[in-house]
């Protein structure tokens, strides 16, 4: 198998994801002041998009199973380009939400759970050394597209600079998409002779429904804490400039916890390493919480928060096939990583909103550690008692003369 259609994931991961989720942080201060929408009204609109995202990713994984990588990615960056204009050109805040919702669509087709599909499928038994280089890759997009963002706003209006970003989405993820994404793809479905999972009844499962949650509790928990880190360190006494230094770092420790990966999957069996990531995260929102100082210190627990999160990216990516085998990942990967993309776009305003019914955000930050601790206990129970954990679990579908 060529690493070629890796590299050209690793590159349109970038740009989607760049285009599509860190543009709009940089530009959100230019929207507001030249439409005159409030931060709350135009946040929520993008929020709707990623909640979009989750629920379209359950239709867009079966689609994946059934007629592969390209068609769903390169239909996928076609609306997501249709996406961009129409956010550009919004004249009203309806529109603009509205242009959202299709971006949110687009997502689904074009993040990472369509490229963790292809990947599973076709590099198998090495499927967790070419996840981990696309998501190290991917972690640029928020290093490329964020100054790239803020040097067009410095000398364009954001609906030009939108304008930009879609000729840049169009020109390199349209093409590849459609021209790269090349290696043959087998259905998942009809196979003559093949056992077929049954979706169905392993996502209705107990192990399977207590996995997701204990990865939602986790990503809701991280992602908050994540994004609130900032008034927690000024509330702690640390400046607004380290403070922000110390967010980047957290974006470095993400591609720590990335690159430990593989070691870590040699060492554990996917039961194991779950429990270890959950438990890591309660362990380093709760440190967040309790440790008043000094700065270096904060400094030092948030990067071990970004690893851990980091982390969580591939046991999100590699856990399903892990459990379940390979032959329907796009559908049960749908079905998985819905609640947690649903979670990790209402995750910002709900740790504001926890932090402004606790009195401040180092309690806040307390209450998120319990959070990720349910989801530790959660993880725990979910663990198969019956049979090895790193060994797929059998759910198929009876055939004749079986």
Known sequence: MSWWPLAVLCVTEVVSWGVLYYAFPVALASITADTGWSTTSTTAAFSAGLVVSAVAGVPVGRWLDRVGPRPVMA?????????????????????????WVVAGIAMAAVFYQAAF???????GPLRVRALTVLTLAAGLASTVFAPLTSLLLAHLDWRET?????????????????????????????????????????VTSRPFLLLAAALTLTA??????????IPLLTARGVGAGLAAVTLGLLGAGQLLGRVGWAPLTARTTPATRTVLVVAGSALAVALLAAVPGPAWLLVVLAVLAGAVRGAGTLLQATVVADRWGTERYGSLAGWFAAPITAA??????????????????????????GVITAGGIAAWAGTPR?????????WTVDRPGR
């Not at 599909?117 to 590099?123: D, E």
């Not at 809701?220 to 880190?229: C, D, R």
């Open 220 to 229: 809701f928990g991280l992602y908050a804490a994540s994004l609130t880190l």
């Open 117 to 123: 599909a292809a990947l599973t499928r076709w590099y």
């Open 162 to 202: 939108y304008l930009v970003l879609a000729v840049v989405l169009a020109v390199v993820t349209i093409p590849l998409h459609a021209g790269a994404l090349t290696p043959p793809w087998h259905p998942a479905v009809d196979q003559p002779g093949a056992e077929r999972v049954d979706v169905r009844a392993v």
């Open 75 to 99: 239909g996928g960056s076609v609306l997501a380009v249709a996406a961009t204009l129409a956010i550009a050109g919004a004249p009203t805040l309806i529109l603009f939400a509205a242009a």
């Open 386 to 394: 019956r049979q090895g954990a790193d060994a797929p679990i059998s």
């Open 344 to 369: 990790s776009a209402l995750a910002p305003f709900g740790g504001t909103l926890i932090a402004s019914w606790v009195g401040g955000y180092p309690a806040a930050f307390a209450v998120l550690a």
